[in-house]
């Protein structure tokens, strides 16, 4: 069964270092989303692509976190620099689209198993 | 912010029926409700979605109420394996409306 990759599954680092995280959707997904999940908070939704843009990153702390999907495919979100805030889980979701045929659809967004982010 | 308010946990028996509550009072028209489970140390997966009818396959049941005010997720057989944080989201259908999750309810089915 096709899966959303993430890479590295775990991630520590120093305050002001920066880091940066790999999503790689299931294959003819072109919906791509990342998520923020905060120990016992629900996930959040930091950017959404449709193929090589971005639909949404109203969210996204633009001061320091970036994130790019350059061919449409797999995805890089950086955080520089980090700090000790945003320790938590950076979770990857990709989804077939959000239009099928022009008319709009609802395909459900599978998730990868995260990367979990410890900042010291 | 979430639209729906959902118990923060629930106890059931393996091999009993969890039925899993959440209010959503201000729903509108278009929203459908969705229901994802997270496992510890995974990533959230879709359970079932529905807008007023009841639905079912073959992780759950949702059963909506007449005023779509609020629904229950229904697992007949819980086992230990579906101890998760079930959420319940609200969801215009279609658009790049995202997926707003609020804090769930943590499921521990017990032996």
């Known amino acids: 069964e096709a899966e959303v990759a993430q890479s590295p599954r775990y991630k520590i680092t120093e305050k002001s270092q920066a880091v940066a995280f790999w999503c790689d959707p299931i294959?003819?997904?072109?919906?791509l989303y990342w998520y923020r999940q905060i120990l016992g908070q629900g996930p959040e939704l930091l950017v959404q692509?449709?193929?090589?843009?971005?639909?949404?990153d109203s969210q996204l702390p633009k001061d320091r976190f970036s994130a790019e999907r350059l061919k449409g495919v797999d995805s890089t979100l950086k955080i520089q620099p980090a700090e000790l805030g945003d320790s938590a889980m950076y979770l990857c979701?990709?989804?077939?689209?959000?239009?099928?045929?022009?008319?709009?659809?609802?395909?459900?967004?599978?998730f990868g198993p995260g990367t979990r982010l410890t900042v010291l | 912010d979430a639209k729906t308010t959902q118990p923060p946990s629930m106890d059931c028996a393996e091999g009993r029926a969890a039925n899993l509550p959440c209010n959503h009072s201000?729903?509108?028209?278009?929203?459908?409700v969705y229901w994802y489970r997270q496992i510890h140390s995974q990533g959230p997966q879709y359970i079932i979605h529905?807008?007023?009818n009841n639905e079912t396959n073959e992780m759950a049941s949702l059963i909506i109420t007449e005023d779509r005010k609020s629904s229950t997720l229904i697992l007949p057989h819980a086992t230990l394996r579906d101890t998760a944080v079930y959420y319940c989201?609200?969801?215009?259908?279609?658009?790049?409306?995202?997926?707003?999750f609020g804090k769930g309810t943590k499921l521990t089915v017990n032996p």
């Open positions: 979701a990709s989804s077939l689209s959000e239009t099928s045929g022009g008319a709009p659809s609802y395909n459900e967004q599978f």
């Open positions: 294959s003819g997904h072109a919906t």
């Open positions: 692509f449709q193929d090589e843009s971005v639909v949404d």
């Open positions: 201000t729903i509108s028209g278009n929203e459908y």
């Open positions: 529905g807008l007023k």
């Open positions: 989201i609200v969801r215009v259908w279609g658009g790049s409306e995202k997926l707003v």
